[in-house]
């Protein structure tokens, strides 16, 4: 497929307008009509369909956009490393979840850089499930983060482990002499859609099916300026919330009769990938 045309079918499912997509790729709008007719060719499917104010997806088109991103990011990600492999004679492509980038990971790649002179060295943040596909796809080189990848071809150990902590800011605490599993439902939680493996299961089982939270957000990091400010309770990795306990603007609720399981962060890399290797003897 033409390259051109993947991402004329991005910028058109994202502006949902052929005028304004012709204007931001600064092609005629004839052009975007031309590029989207061969693609829906090639794939044998309407992928746009006209409505009210503009143009939006067809079921086939909201399938084809995952494998066009997908598309365009293996694209780009090999121009990067041609035009590093140009200048430096090896590039590493870490990925990891925030947590625990925040949390541990970033003393070991600040050493690896400083260390490694002649590495370009890549870091990309992003959710666990998103990582271990780019790390298949070959996007990556190694991924930090909270699901293991059991797949013959590449190794996955442990590389560190924390536990999920309840926490809220001292002047909303209602609870300081713990909180019971079936009074969870009944506070203000916010709640982070991110995967921590079995620990993220056991939190959601928590609460009843289909529980309606008022608060949610899928970056842990952005999360805990909202619990200083007294806006709720939320279950956090210690290590990332261990600054705010200590300065007393976050604290710790007990739980009664209930706790999270270990929280365990997994590296994930092909085998023979000597560079992974380098980055993880670092560790010693």
Same mark, same amino acid.
């Given at each position: 497929m033409n390259s051109e045309a993947i991402r004329t079918f991005l910028m058109l499912s994202k502006l949902k307008n052929f005028t304004r997509t012709a204007e931001r790729m600064y092609v005629a709008q004839s052009t975007v009509t031309n590029r989207i007719a061969e693609l829906e060719a090639e794939t044998g499917k309407k992928l746009f369909v006209r409505g009210q104010g503009g143009v939006e997806l067809t079921e086939a088109g909201v399938l084809f956009l995952s494998y066009a991103q997908r598309i365009s990011d293996l694209e780009e990600s090999f121009i990067r490393d041609v035009n590093a492999a140009s200048r430096y004679a090896r590039t590493l492509r870490a990925g990891a979840i925030n947590a625990v980038?925040? @949390? /541990? $990971?970033?003393?070991?790649?600040?050493?690896?850089?400083a260390r #490694?002179? +002649?590495?370009? $060295?890549?870091?990309?943040? /992003?959710?666990?499930?998103?990582?271990?596909q780019m790390l298949q796809e070959g996007m990556l080189d190694v991924a930090f983060c909270y699901l293991p $990848?059991?797949?013959? /071809?590449?190794?996955?150990?442990?590389? @560190? @482990?924390? !536990?999920?902590?309840?926490?809220? @800011?001292?002047?909303?605490?209602?609870?300081?002499? +713990?909180i019971r599993k079936e009074q969870l439902a009944g506070c203000e939680y916010l709640m982070c859609n991110f995967a921590f493996g079995d620990a993220g299961e056991y939190v959601r089982s928590l609460f009843p099916p289909r529980h309606a939270f008022r608060f949610e957000i899928d970056n842990s990091s952005k999360l805990t300026q909202y619990l200083v400010d007294g806006q709720g309770y939320s279950f956090l990795p210690y290590k990332m919330?261990? !600054?705010?306990?200590?300065?007393? !603007? $976050? #604290?710790?609720?007990?739980?009664? +009769?209930?706790?999270?399981p270990e929280l365990v962060c997994h590296c994930s890399y092909k085998k023979g990938n000597a560079l992974a290797e380098e980055l993880l003897r670092g560790r010693a």
């Amino acid at each position: 497929m033409n390259s051109e045309a993947i991402r004329t079918f991005l910028m058109l499912s994202k502006l949902k307008n052929f005028t304004r997509t012709a204007e931001r790729m600064y092609v005629a709008q004839s052009t975007v009509t031309n590029r989207i007719a061969e693609l829906e060719a090639e794939t044998g499917k309407k992928l746009f369909v006209r409505g009210q104010g503009g143009v939006e997806l067809t079921e086939a088109g909201v399938l084809f956009l995952s494998y066009a991103q997908r598309i365009s990011d293996l694209e780009e990600s090999f121009i990067r490393d041609v035009n590093a492999a140009s200048r430096y004679a090896r590039t590493l492509r870490a990925g990891a979840i925030n947590a625990v980038y925040e @949390s /541990g $990971l970033y003393p070991l790649l600040r050493d690896f850089f400083a260390r #490694e002179q +002649g590495v370009a $060295l890549k870091v990309v943040l /992003g959710h666990s499930a998103d990582l271990l596909q780019m790390l298949q796809e070959g996007m990556l080189d190694v991924a930090f983060c909270y699901l293991p $990848l059991k797949k013959a /071809g590449y190794v996955c150990k442990k590389f @560190s @482990s924390d !536990r999920l902590v309840l926490v809220v @800011s001292p002047a909303r605490n209602e609870y300081r002499e +713990g909180i019971r599993k079936e009074q969870l439902a009944g506070c203000e939680y916010l709640m982070c859609n991110f995967a921590f493996g079995d620990a993220g299961e056991y939190v959601r089982s928590l609460f009843p099916p289909r529980h309606a939270f008022r608060f949610e957000i899928d970056n842990s990091s952005k999360l805990t300026q909202y619990l200083v400010d007294g806006q709720g309770y939320s279950f956090l990795p210690y290590k990332m919330a261990e !600054r705010e306990i200590a300065a007393g !603007r $976050l #604290e710790v609720v007990r739980t009664l +009769g209930f706790s999270a399981p270990e929280l365990v962060c997994h590296c994930s890399y092909k085998k023979g990938n000597a560079l992974a290797e380098e980055l993880l003897r670092g560790r010693a």
